[in-house]
């Protein structure tokens, strides 16, 4: 039925536009200080448990718990910094990447001592029923989702591309010693950047979660997010956008299409074949930055 | 420039270390005492439930102690071993296990126990009683794996032929399968269904297997296949984050249809994560051992004193109850063994030998097993197969029929 | 750095590993004590030994891709597992000896690494590190999605032991040496390896690969070399895992494992064999160290309870991990030559 | 006033790359510091604008005073505060960004969007061939195009001072004629300068006042004209000889050598 289909592709692109949005915190991270994070899953559970915290745990209302717990969020991207990132500057972005992965296991660590392994139930943010336009029918929290993914994309693309303070986080992102002789403060602008990128993660769990269970699993989106965020090219926000769209929609399609074909989960796979065919044809994504090579 | 001279001291003196911190533990053994190892995880992927599991477990070996081995004189030393859920450290714990306790028996926990020491097993002569279902790729001849109970297949393919004489009618039962690919274990249940499905045209016809993430973002599209296929059951034995996804789904569409799910992500558990007990009106937790109901039930008295008298801190639901039967079944058949060969110079080999002689009735095990007869065909019983069934019913945790009798499936 | 007294007079000895006859000695002391070291410890170290063993040359060949040659690679556990299939589907439907399998198993990883090494052709950076992740999809959905009667799919596929003019090597022990004797093997070739021409060429594009283009190193190809390299030793390892479990199933080579593999390396330190080595074993050490006194913390402990003692472990060694790079960024193996040539030098500070 | 009394300057703990410069670069002036590679140019402006921590060096002694105050040891942004910027060598424009976008972070401290803006307007109407690369990737520019743009860059930091590292750099002679004009309306508009060349014809031509080092020592000092008709200097910096003409390569070679010694 072609409003089958139309449906599929529509949730697909949703469901891809959650994916930009975690996306975004690799982005957000990687541009500001050219590191990739690779514990981004793990910030996204740790923003999901934190308004879990507060919220079903503390009991506090909505409205002033998620708020909370986004500052919460913030504090945690500061001591990562303060602890981790502070007393690396100057050594390889290489270090700072395995940091990320030392992070990872920490991290993981950290949620299973303080919020436990439990299977845990998410606040309900946004309403859970669906909408409904005749035959279509688009769920509320990734459409809601969507809709913040696209406002956060514009947000950020001018706070990059044309704010003074995102652009110096884009100096500090392109040669530290530059930026140092424009008085720009390095560990600063890094500091900030994990702050944004805990926020997001952070924002990012509750699209995600929203009325649903949440364990330190949840993870996994950290990874399913990965090939939106190489699609896309990781200097690129508002390319998150059309790279989410794209690998939602064949996901969404291959999901709906080819999975009962093959009788396996081919969805889950295919973000990652398309995203190396488009690397090997544009090998810095769709809109990352080329490398300017100077010899 | 590097000199493999170097880490050679650093490794004899950190191996060193390493032996004398490894071979601390390990008590002299009493004469007319065995060793019952415990494959834990408290701290891999079901850590959530560990606790509850494992307390289970350690209380009926303590109470068995207390009541049974004092007066046959066999005292059952038992120990917890982390395995995190991950085969290369049971292999590498293994060996320990072996020396240490030298174990009549084992309590292992899941796919990774077995993925490690399948193959070993037979050459090391202790057999390996599981808490969970089989599986299919576990459903082979002279196995020194031991299931309590049938396949994942089996129990649901009961629980589809309850419903389906419930309804009436001989039109099959149209059921729909969420699963994931995450793990090899979910992927054979899902083939298990099928095949079934396959043999059994009449019974059931799948509407559609839904493979999907272990954390799903939402499934609304595909449940709503599932409702437009006109499925009158959801089979899910992954986990609860399903179980809550699918649920959300439904009542998105506000489609009334019934979700079936296991003993690992049954309706306590799932209810807990979707914010309520509530939120599972009508749907049904199918497996093969007593249901963790509020009703008096042999097992629930069971339950109750060792409460009261073994200090059982965990709660009455299915995960104790899962931890509980396990003990229980194995310490049945030790008792038998110690019956049958005398107290001295019991083996895992005659301890397994034992199990194949004489069945567990349902009495040794306070109802919470059905009378286990095994056989060297599988790993499981095979005949008299019985599951049981709860729901939530107004809001309340009820058993909706037990002793059901499951189907024959055949191997897949 | 040499103790004073010793110079090289020619080449072959200024490029030679060991330089006196006390090293010589100490080197034969250790293969002697690795040897033995059945007849001295229990049942259970010699198991923990043997995982050591397997991810020794696992690691090793990660560090050649990534230490030396500067490729990050997160698809290692994937290359593992090819492996580790390879040789159980080789071993029981071809009934193969050990001796082809095992080589063989390298090999096909090898094919495996290459393919995902050869897009370094057109994707550098971040980027090609990414795509390995994309090995461990791919594997991972290929094994269970692939005919069942091929790799065995979700049911796994079970391995006959090996065995060796009738004996069967099934035991701790005789898998120890089996184990044993492939890590010495794959480790003299890494050394061999990393002094080669090959070794040089990944130093440099690790370096500078712009720098090392113009030198007239073929870029690309040695990317892919390294890729290759790296993913024959994790073939190596596959196979012997096979061999020691006897049963494999795809969801014992997941992408958790490779991030403990690279954690391995940065506690070793980058770019060094031996560094490698150390890795493996403060790694595998302090995890079954855990291991073991978890139960008996959360026994003596009990206040305490069981899932928070056993899940601190998790932030322990993440923490160790994080704490490596911030403290000792180079790994190991530098402090250990820092102490060593303070040693050679004592009492002079230079 | 920019004072630099006697300092030292150590990498990693173990080199000493600066041995004890003094220098005054007074208001309104340009300062030309002159030498071969290696001789310490680079590491004296580091030094004075604190980028010097970012490479494991540090001012191990000598004092670096800025109108009365101590700077050695300040933090590199609050040294920009204090009206010095660095522009640094091999023309570090950031690459990925356009032309205006790399002059808004060199005006990051302005106070307020207008003053931002005022000082955009300023730059592009000091330098008019920015304004027609406003859009442009700053990565793609032409060499001398980057040049101006760093420098308008540091200009958008309205400093009192500009420390430029090699401004010829690389540059085809007639660009090196644009950079160095530009720098002289700099000048004459009353920004000071203290600028470190390897060519020092017109270095010399900008200057006032010069100093040469060697293996980190100043060797010689003195203003634009000493210098200029300093024997030493036109022979082994402007490669002349009494009777304006070129020495052949050897000789200078020989005489290279020969000055090691005196450093």
Not at chain 2, 146 to 157: K, L, M, Q, V
Not at chain 3, 249 to 260: C, E, I, M, P, W
Request: glycine content about 10%.
């Amino acid at each position: 039925m072609i409003i089958d289909f139309v449906n599929y592709a529509i949730n697909g692109a949703l469901l891809g536009l959650l994916y930009a949005l975690i996306a975004m915190g690799f982005v957000v991270i990687y541009r500001a200080s050219k590191v990739f994070n690779f514990a981004q899953g793990e910030l996204v559970v740790l923003g999901g448990f934190l308004q879990w915290w507060m919220v079903v745990s503390m009991g506090l209302p909505m409205i002033v718990g998620i708020p909370l717990a986004f500052v919460l969020a913030g504090v945690v991207g500061l001591l990562i910094e303060r602890i981790f990132f502070a007393r690396l500057v100057g050594e390889s972005v290489f270090a700072m990447v395995m940091v990320t992965i030392g992070l990872l296991v920490l991290l993981r660590g950290v949620v299973l001592v303080a919020f436990g392994p439990q299977v845990r139930p998410f606040p309900i943010v946004f309403p859970l029923q669906p909408l409904v336009i005749g035959e279509l029918m688009i769920p509320t929290n990734l459409l809601w989702g969507g809709v913040l993914t696209v406002l956060a994309a514009i947000g950020l693309s001018w706070f990059f591309n044309r704010t003074r303070t995102g652009l110096t986080m884009t100096a500090v992102a392109e040669d530290h010693q530059v930026a140092l002789s424009m008085g720009i403060s390095v560990k600063r602008s890094i500091a900030f950047a994990w702050i944004l990128g805990c926020v997001l993660s952070t924002l990012g769990a509750v699209v995600f979660l929203s009325g649903k269970s949440l364990n330190f699993l949840a993870s996994e989106i950290g990874f399913a997010a990965l090939p939106v965020a190489l699609l896309a090219g990781l200097e690129s926000i508002g390319g998150l956008l059309l790279a989410g769209v794209i690998v939602g929609v064949i996901q969404g399609l291959a999901t709906a299409y080819l999975d009962p074909l093959v009788g396996g989960a081919v969805g889950s796979v295919l973000p990652f074949a398309i995203m190396l065919l488009i690397l090997l044809v544009r090998p810095t994504g769709l809109f990352g930055w080329r490398t300017i090579e100077r010899v | 420039m590097s000199k493999p001279r170097a880490p050679g001291f650093a490794t004899l003196a950190a191996a060193a270390a390493l032996a004398c911190a490894l071979a601390a533990p390990g008590a002299a053994l009493a004469q007319t005492s065995y060793g019952v190892a415990m494959l834990s995880d408290y701290s891999g992927p079901y850590a959530d439930v560990m606790p509850m599991l494992g307390r289970g477990r350690e209380v009926v070996l303590d109470w068995w102690n207390a009541e049974v081995g004092a007066k046959l004189g066999v005292k059952l030393n038992h120990k917890n071993f982390d395995t995190r859920y991950d085969a290369a450290q049971t292999a590498s714990l293994w060996p320990g296990i072996k020396s240490e306790m030298k174990p009549i028996a084992v309590l292992g926990l899941g796919g990774p126990d077995v993925a490690a020491l399948s193959q070993r097993l037979p050459d090391d002569g202790i057999p390996l009683f599981m808490s969970t279902a089989g599986y299919g790729y576990a459903w082979k001849p002279d196995s020194w794996i031991i299931n309590p109970r049938p396949t994942y297949t089996h129990e649901h393919a009961g629980a589809f032929k309850w419903l389906k004489s419930r309804r009436g009618g001989s039109q099959p039962l149209k059921v729909g399968i969420i699963s994931s690919e995450a793990s090899p274990a979910y992927v054979d249940i899902a083939r298990g269904i099928e095949r079934y499905a396959k043999d059994n045209p009449n019974e059931i016809q799948i509407v559609e297997t839904i493979f999907t993430e272990v954390q799903p973002t939402d499934l609304s599209t595909q449940v709503r296949r599932l409702v437009r296929g006109g499925v009158e059951a959801i089979s899910i034995q992954t986990n609860t984050a399903a179980v809550v996804a699918t649920k959300r789904a439904l009542q998105g569409l506000g489609a009334k249809v019934p979700v079936i799910t296991s003993s690992h992500n049954g309706l306590p558990a799932s209810g807990k994560a979707a914010g309520g007990l509530d939120q599972m009106e009508g749907d049904y937790e199918v497996y093969g051992m007593a249901i963790a109901s509020d009703e008096d039930t042999p097992a629930r008295r069971f339950y109750e004193k060792l409460k009261a008298g073994y200090k059982l801190a965990a709660p009455w639901n299915a995960l104790t109850v899962m931890g509980m039967s396990q003990s229980l079944y194995t310490v049945r058949v030790i008792e038998h063994a110690i019956k049958k060969h005398g107290a001295q110079n019991l083996t895992g080999a005659k301890v397994r030998e034992t199990l194949y002689a004489e069945p567990v009735t349902t009495e040794e095990t306070f109802g919470m097993l059905p009378t286990l007869k095994f056989t060297k065909e599988a790993p499981f019983p095979i005949e008299g197969l019985k599951v049981n069934i709860a729901t939530i019913k107004g809001g309340k945790y009820v058993t909706a029929a037990t002793n059901v009798d499951t189907p024959a499936v055949k191997k897949w | 750095m040499d103790p004073a007294g010793v110079f090289a007079v020619r080449y072959a000895q200024d490029r030679a590993l060991l330089r006196t006859r006390k090293q010589w000695l100490a080197l034969a002391i250790f293969l002697a004590a690795l040897a033995l070291l059945p007849l001295v410890v229990g049942p259970r170290l010699i198991a923990v030994a043997n995982i050591m063993l397997i991810s020794a040359i696992v690691v090793v060949g990660l560090q050649i891709c990534t230490g030396y040659a500067g490729q990050v690679n997160l698809g290692q556990a994937a290359f593992m597992g090819v492996g580790a299939y390879t040789a159980a589907v080789l071993a029981e439907k071809t009934g193969l000896s050990f001796l082809l399998t095992i080589p063989l198993s390298g090999v096909a990883a090898a094919g495996f690494g290459f393919v995902f090494g050869l897009s370094a052709a057109r994707i550098k950076g971040f980027y090609l590190a990414l795509t390995t992740i994309a090995a461990q999809f791919v594997f991972h959905f290929a094994v269970l999605n692939l005919p069942g009667s091929w790799l065995g799919g979700s049911n796994g596929a079970t391995v006959p032991p090996a065995t060796l003019f009738g004996y069967r090597i099934a035991s701790d022990t005789s898998l120890y040496y089996l184990c044993l004797i492939c890590t010495v093997i794959m480790v003299c070739g890494a050394f061999g390896i990393v002094r080669s021409r090959f070794g040089r060429a990944f130093v440099a594009v690790r370096d500078d690969d712009v720098a090392a283009g113009i030198m007239g190193i073929n870029v690309v190809a040695t990317k892919a070399t390294a890729f290759l390299v790296g993913a024959f030793y994790a073939g190596v390892g596959g196979a012997l895992w096979a061999y020691m479990l006897r049963f494999v199933a795809v969801d014992q080579f997941t992408l958790f494992n490779s991030v403990f593999f690279i954690a391995m390396i940065i506690v070793g330190g980058m770019g060094s064999v031996v560094g490698a080595l150390i890795g493996v074993f403060v790694i595998r050490a302090i995890q079954e160290l855990i291991t073991t006194l978890g139960p008996e913390l959360a026994a003596s402990l009990p206040f305490l309870g069981g899932d928070i003692v056993f899940a601190s472990m998790n932030v322990f060694l993440g923490g160790s991990i994080a704490l490596f790079l911030i403290i000792e960024p180079k790994g190991l193996m530098h402090r250990w030559n820092i102490v060593k040539a303070g040693y050679r030098l004592w009492p002079f500070p230079y | 006033m920019l004072v630099l009394n006697n300092v030292e300057v150590m990498y990693s703990e173990v080199i000493l790359a600066l041995k004890g410069i003094t220098l005054a670069v007074q208001p309104g002036t340009c300062v030309a510091i002159l030498g071969g590679n290696g001789a310490g140019k680079s590491t004296t402006l580091k030094a004075v604008s604190g980028t010097i921590e970012s490479e494991d060096g540090e001012v191990s002694g000598g004092s670096i005073t800025f109108e009365g105050e101590r700077i050695d040891g300040l933090d590199p942004a609050e040294v920009v505060r204090r009206g010095l910027v660095h522009v640094m060598e091999g023309r570090r424009v950031l690459r990925h960004l356009t032309a205006e976008q790399n002059l808004i972070v060199g005006g990051h401290l302005a106070p307020g969007a207008a003053e931002l803006r005022r000082r955009l307007d300023r730059v592009f109407s000091f330098i008019p061939p920015l304004g027609g690369l406003r859009e442009r990737t700053a990565g793609y520019l032409s060499g001398g195009e980057q040049q101006m743009l760093v420098i308008g860059r540091a200009m958008m930091a309205v400093p009192k001072i500009m420390l430029i590292d090699e401004p010829s750099l690389g540059l085809a002679p007639m660009m090196v004629q644009d950079v160095f004009a530009l720098l002289a309306r700099l000048k004459a508009e009353g920004t000071t300068l203290l600028v470190v060349e390897q060519n020092s014809r017109v270095a010399l031509e900008l200057a006032d006042h010069g100093y040469v080092m060697e293996n980190g020592r100043v060797v010689l000092e003195g203003t634009a004209d000493e210098l200029r008709r300093n024997e030493d200097v036109r022979e082994f910096y402007l490669g002349m000889t009494a009777e304006g003409e070129r020495k052949s390569y050897r000789e200078v070679k020989h005489y290279r050598r020969r000055k090691r010694w005196l450093g």
